[in-house]
């Protein structure tokens, strides 16, 4: 089976209005830059979509939402980005805020078919506020229900023509676990291989979750805060 896309533009040609789509990375590490820029260009509207954070003004998914594309977000850090702080405070864009930890663990769930988990992160705080606690050998504990996806857009360094695909370093957060937790998930790589070019033991997310991959035309990688030693 080939599921190589000529574009990014092709492979997310279909995301209807008002899908839920989960976008991978950690900070802007990681993020699918190309597939974001596909969907700017689609200009689609009323999208709910999940990830740790919103990148940051003019990039990543910033551009998503200076385009008006995001009716709501699920994520766990906000803070790099003013145009979000701006929608939020003018009832323009409806945000969950989730710990970190709970975020990437609800997403595993969605994965591995886990409808909810007990944690103690959050009891005694407002994320627990209106969800079920239980208590487990004296200590407390929230329910959590699990995150799915209608579309997963993720990046890795490198894919086969299979959709089996390696990360490297800190692009291991969030996108492995998104990529299973998807009915769609659509995969750039920064490198394009053949069948039987990447080690078996080496695969992070098997080819079965992955229905697209598309090779990056380019990569800005860029720095989310650029931090230097004073002279």
């Known amino acids: 089976m080939n599921k190589i896309f000529a574009t990014a533009d092709a492979a997310v040609a279909d995301i209807p209005e008002g899908a839920t789509v989960m976008l991978g990375g950690f900070g802007l590490c990681g993020i699918p830059e190309n597939l974001i820029a596909a969907l700017v260009r689609k200009g689609i509207k009323g999208l709910h979509t999940i990830s740790n954070n919103m990148g940051i003004d003019g990039f990543g998914m910033g551009l998503m939402l200076e385009a008006g594309m995001i009716a709501s977000h699920v ?42 988990f007990y944690t103690p992160t959050g009891v005694g705080t407002v994320v627990a506020e209106g969800k079920e606690q239980r208590e487990f050998n004296g200590r407390a504990y929230v329910l959590e229900q699990a995150l799915v996806a209608d579309f997963a857009l993720v990046k890795a360094w490198r894919g086969d023509r299979m959709g089996n695909l390696v990360y490297r370093k800190t692009a291991r957060n969030f996108n492995p676990m998104m990529a299973t937790a998807a009915k769609i ?8 291989v053949e069948a039987g070019e990447i080690d078996p033991d080496s695969v992070m997310t098997p080819g079965i979750y992955v229905k697209r991959i598309v090779k990056g035309a380019k990569y800005e990688r860029r ?3 650029r931090t230097v030693r004073k002279a």
Do not use: F, H
């Not at 766990?76 to 663990?105: C, F, H, I, R």
């Not at 998930?185 to 394009?192: C, G, R, S, W």
């Open 223 to 225: 720095i989310e805060r």
């Open 75 to 116: 994520g766990s850090y906000v803070g790099e980005n003013k145009l979000l702080e701006q929608k939020v405070l003018a009832g323009q864009l409806d945000l969950t805020l989730v710990p970190q930890g709970t975020l990437a663990e609800r997403i595993r769930a969605g994965g591995a078919g886990i409808p909810a």
């Open 185 to 192: 998930t659509i995969a750039e790589v920064e490198e394009l």
